[in-house]
């Protein structure tokens, strides 16, 4: 698939990251400086961070080219609280920015962490991008970590070196998963996976045009498997989105079909019972799970659409209580 080099993530997430700079204060997020000059900001380790913190870091894991907000209309009767995550360029947007397909690693530290975000567009170190076609180009950037601490400066400065950047330019964001901002960010990944599981199902992403999705808003939990298990059933169980696509009625139909969580064969508990079940090894869980609850697939050649999948409440009330 080939895409424009433009509109780069890059350019345009860094006006949110300088948004959440300069409101750091009403946010309640701390912004400081790395050894090796990187800007680090906590949205929810070690400071209260909060619901807008997560919202803008969710559109800075989209690269600027999504809109994340908050709804009290999520579908679910009980949990009312949702994010709402739209994007004009779905496949750059979350394929080419929001994705976690950057394994950070450092031997020495001992750090591990999975980097959403823009970096990772400038990088390329994933062969997904030799599929998206997509390059990026700009002098500065940043990069997401679903996390409780920033990477040592050691890892900052091999990151900015992938990215051909300075480390002064490279901004790190994190959030652990059980603060209020890093609730908020997981649940605006509702459209990522499905567009992740239409890359997985071979479907012409070039055909994909535009994209909608809403999940419930997971309540925190410090509890690192609880917090996961909740915000992965908030998008298995309790997410829907709306693909517009071009193609084939065939298609469309046949991506419906397939894109829901209910066609896994590990779908049917709560993610935290799953990964228990399996002694915290991901590779034993049926990577066609992480997906939406409920799907609609809108041809924009035919005007027909297409549903499939459905919401499961009891399992999220199991899993959010």
Known sequence: ???????????????????????????????????????????????????????????????????????????????????????????????????????????????????????RALSRVEELYGELGYVDSHKKTALVIEGDKAPPSSVAKKVATACNVDPSDLSILYAPTGSLAGTVQIAARVLEVSLHKAHALHFNLENIVDGYGVAPLAPPIPDFVQAMGRTND??????????????????????????????????????????????????????????????????????RSFHAGKLAPEIVEASFA
């Open 1 to 119: 698939m080939k895409q424009n080099a433009s509109p780069s993530v890059s350019a345009y997430s860094a006006r949110i990251v300088e948004s959440i700079v300069n409101d750091a204060a009403a946010l309640r997020c701390a912004v400081s400086t790395g050894e090796a000059g990187e800007r680090l900001i906590d949205l929810g380790a070690n400071v209260p961070g909060g619901l807008e913190a997560g919202r803008r870091l969710g559109e800075v894991c989209m690269g600027g080219l999504g809109t994340v907000s908050i709804t009290s209309a999520s579908g679910l009767e009980r949990w009312p609280l949702g994010v709402v995550v739209h994007s004009t360029n779905p496949v750059i947007a979350c394929l080419g920015s929001q994705y976690a397909g950057w394994t950070i690693t450092e031997e020495e530290s001992g750090f591990f962490a999975l980097g959403s975000g823009p970096a």
């Open 234 to 303: 908030a998008i298995i169980y309790g997410g829907r989105i709306q693909l517009f696509v071009r193609g084939s009625d065939d298609d469309a139909k046949k991506l419906a079909d397939n894109l829901p969580s209910s066609s896994s064969s590990s779908y049917g508990k709560p993610f935290a019972e799953i990964f228990s079940e399996v002694n915290g090894d991901f590779y034993k869980i049926d990577a066609m799970l992480f997906s939406p609850a409920l799907v609609t697939v809108s041809n924009l050649d035919t005007g």
